[in-house]
């Protein structure tokens, strides 16, 4: 009986028809008194290509809903650019180059990347940047004072294309990401409760992976393994009655961002996660979604 709510947009839609594409919010009005004309030139520099998710959403969807209205995108290229926007890359010396071409640069960076080792090449990087983009407000905290000026910019999901599909005749929770994710042992929280529900209730757990080469806890059951594809990932959640978002209580989720989850609600599924930081910005539990501890 759970109303589910699609993921709501916060502020105002000031590119007109992009809906959800805050990364664009951010940009206008993140470089204030910087005005985005149809004459400026944006260039993205990705970490990855566009299936993943991080780069699909802060680059290549971004890009396109600029190109529909009329603005000049690139992708790495080293002419000159009025707004350089880097997602997870810290390659100093190039953005120092265009900064003195007079860009402007900005950095687009969801994960906690400096418990990674790359604490000195972020650091370095913020002396050149003239923004941070982030989406949760414990990020934020630890940019604040590094550079210029942070932005949190909620995670968006455009859930217009999405056919209406319908759903599986069994009961099917749902779990959609990456191999190296699984591989460091996210799903090993699911294998008690959902062993033990297992004897009870009748399910099956879809897991939507972009590869076969993945090491799964030992269910006592057969997980459905689903192809990640670009194309019909979405429709694949979609089908789905729960979205389940499990997460490790350590330092790195304690900083996660909330992509999976803004998924499940946009495509009305109800969602199951556990109780971190971000997560808690967004669900509110027992009525959008429920928080486990």
Not at 95 to 115: F, S, Y
Not at 198 to 224: C, G, N, Q, T, Y
Not at 230 to 235: H, R
Not at 260 to 284: C, D, F, H, Q, R
Request: proline share 3%.
């Amino acid at each position: 009986d759970l109303k589910v709510v699609k993921a709501k947009r916060t502020g105002n839609d000031i590119f007109g028809k992009i809906d959800l594409y805050f990364e664009l919010q951010a940009i206008k009005d993140s470089l204030a008194p910087i005005k985005l004309k149809t004459n400026k030139k944006i260039t993205f520099f990705p970490s990855n290509n566009i299936n993943a998710g991080g780069s699909r959403h802060s680059c290549y969807q971004v890009a396109d809903g600029l190109r529909k209205l009329g603005y000049e995108t690139a992708f790495d290229t080293d002419s000159d650019t009025d707004i350089a926007v880097f997602e997870k890359r810290f390659t100093g010396q190039f953005a120092t180059d265009l900064k003195r071409q007079g860009a402007k640069i900005i950095l687009v960076c969801c994960d906690p990347l400096w418990l990674t080792g790359l604490k000195s090449h972020i650091l370095d990087f913020l002396k050149v940047a003239d923004c941070v983009v982030v989406s949760s407000k414990r990020l934020a905290k630890w940019y604040q004072g590094k550079v210029k000026k942070v932005a949190i910019i909620p995670e968006g999901f455009d859930w217009k294309n999405v056919p209406e599909v319908e759903k599986e005749k069994k009961l099917t929770l749902c779990w959609h990401g990456t191999s190296y994710t699984i591989n460091h042992r996210c799903l090993d929280i699911l294998l008690e409760p959902l062993n033990r529900l297992h004897r009870d209730f009748d399910f099956d757990f879809k897991i939507i992976v972009d590869s076969a080469k993945i090491k799964l806890p030992k269910f006592h059951f057969e997980p459905h393994l689903v192809q990640w594809e670009l194309d019909s990932f979405l429709t694949e959640i979609a089908k789905c009655h729960i979205g389940v978002n499990p997460e490790l209580q350590d330092e790195w989720c304690s900083y996660k961002s909330y992509g999976k989850l803004v998924s499940y609600m946009g495509l009305g599924v109800p969602s199951v996660a556990t109780s971190i930081s971000s997560y808690k910005e967004i669900i509110k539990h027992g009525e959008n979604g429920f928080l486990i501890i």
